[in-house]
Structure formats: structure tokens, C-alpha cells
């Protein structure tokens, strides 16, 4: 298995301009979250998807953040327009969680598998 | 809502002396606990976990923690450290019912092992 995807592994840009980070979760993983990584504030989850759904975004720090999912296997995270203070390594996690015999979610654990992140520096 | 404190962000240590790193959490539900390793240039990796059953759970490569509701503790142990396990230690938590396996996570603990 290839693991969790992300590209790019790294990316400079300038300040105002449109950044756009993608993520290919593992195949057959239901749930994909994206974190940000910051010396100030360490890992915090920005948003997740469940069956390309997004449940929860309040992490998403303010409008200039979107995040998509248009399919299983793409989800994107983009900042318009970049700002130097989101120069942050952006991290993609994905798991998977099953559905009970009425269709919900069912509870407990799921393992979330990470990828490598994104380093990325708004000059 | 959880939290997570790390208190020591970073703990030098001399190679095959024993480790402590401190996790301790606040939450008003039951949660999981997790402790996630970080290499140089790498994605978190799930190093062990608790979720119930017997409080002290152990990795592959002679980690363990120890889970301790009263003192709301979740610590992690080594007792003779390798050069390799150099890395940064994420502490974690995720409630066990609700909240769609959310993950809040501590600052981090850089674990530097020295010869």
C-alpha cells in the first residue's frame, strides 16, 4: 500500500498569491482530515470528511481556507490568498470507519495513517 | 471539548539511560489515548495506544504508557533509549463516543538521545 499522499512535499510562494495542497488518502479509507503544524501552536485539526462529506471545519481558521473532497480518492486544501503567517507543514490523515447494520457510523476506535505533509513558506 | 499538555518540550537524553516523557489530558468524556512519533522530515506515526482493557499497553521497539484515570496521565516510558528513537513524541486523544475520531494532540516532546 502506498500510504497517504500529498503533493506537494514542499512549496514557496508569495504572499497574496492561491496555494493549493492535495492529498490522496489510502484506498478504501472512508475519512480524510487535514492538520496544520505550527512551532506556535503544534497540530490542530483544520477539517474532516466522512464519505467525502465534510462533518467538521471550525478548525479552518477563516475564510481564505476552502477544503474539497470531489471524490474518495482526491481532497484538496486551498488558501486564497496566502498569507506568510500560514507558512506551516499541512498534514493529510485518512482512516476508515464502518457502518453499522442501520447505516450510521459505527463508534470506537479507527486508526488515522498520516502522510508525509506539506512544508509550506508564504514570503 | 479535550486537551493536552506536554510539558516538556524538549528531554535530552544519553543513549541506553531510561526516558520519561509527561502527557496529561483534560475531557469531560471518555477518551482514547494515543502517543504518535514524528521523525526528521516524516508524517506522524502511531507509536501505541490505549482504548481499554489492561491500563499499560507497549510498543514493538520497548516503548509503554501507562494509562492513569485518576491523575488524568497517559505517560510514556523507555527504559534503556537507542540513538534511533531521536524524534518528536505527540500525545493524543480522541473521544470515544462522538466527535467523528478527532484528534486533539499536546505541543509535542523532542526527544533528543545523545551518545
Known amino acids: 500500500d502506498a500510504g497517504v499522499i500529498q503533493s506537494p512535499r514542499h512549496e514557496v510562494t508569495e504572499m497574496g498569491q492561491e496555494v493549493t495542497l492535495r492529498c490522496k488518502p489510502i484506498?478504501?479509507?472512508?475519512?480524510l482530515f487535514w492538520y496544520r503544524q505550527t512551532m506556535m501552536r503544534g497540530l490542530e485539526l483544520l477539517i474532516y470528511f466522512n464519505n467525502n462529506v465534510p462533518i467538521d471545519d471550525s478548525g479552518m481558521p477563516e475564510d481564505r481556507f476552502s477544503a474539497k473532497m470531489p471524490n474518495a480518492s482526491f481532497s484538496t486544501l486551498k488558501i486564497q490568498p496566502s498569507e506568510p503567517r500560514d507558512s506551516a507543514v499541512y498534514f493529510c490523515?485518512?482512516?476508515?470507519?464502518?457502518?453499522?447494520?442501520?447505516?450510521?457510523?459505527?463508534?470506537?476506535?479507527?486508526?488515522?495513517?498520516f502522510g508525509p505533509g506539506t512544508r509550506l513558506t508564504v514570503l | 471539548a479535550q486537551s493536552v499538555t506536554q510539558l516538556d518540550s524538549q528531554v535530552p537524553v544519553f543513549e541506553e539511560a531510561p526516558v520519561e516523557l509527561r502527557c496529561n489530558y483534560s475531557s469531560s468524556v471518555s477518551v482514547y489515548l494515543f502517543w504518535y512519533v514524528q521523525y526528521p522530515n516524516q508524517g506522524l506515526q502511531l507509536l501505541l495506544k490505549y482504548l481499554s482493557g489492561s491500563t499499560l499497553v507497549e510498543s514493538i521497539n520497548g516503548f509503554e504508557a501507562e494509562f492513569n484515570k485518576s491523575q488524568t496521565s497517559f505517560h510514556l516510558r523507555k527504559p534503556s533509549v537507542h540513538i534511533s528513537d531521536t524524534a518528536e513524541y505527540f500525545c493524543a486523544v480522541s473521544p470515544v463516543t462522538g466527535g467523528g475520531n478527532k484528534l486533539t494532540f499536546g505541543t509535542g516532546t523532542q526527544l533528543k538521545v545523545e551518545l
Open positions: 484506498s478504501g479509507h472512508n475519512s
Open positions: 490523515a485518512s482512516s476508515y470507519r464502518g457502518r453499522g447494520l442501520a447505516g450510521g457510523p459505527i463508534s470506537g476506535y479507527n486508526e488515522q495513517f
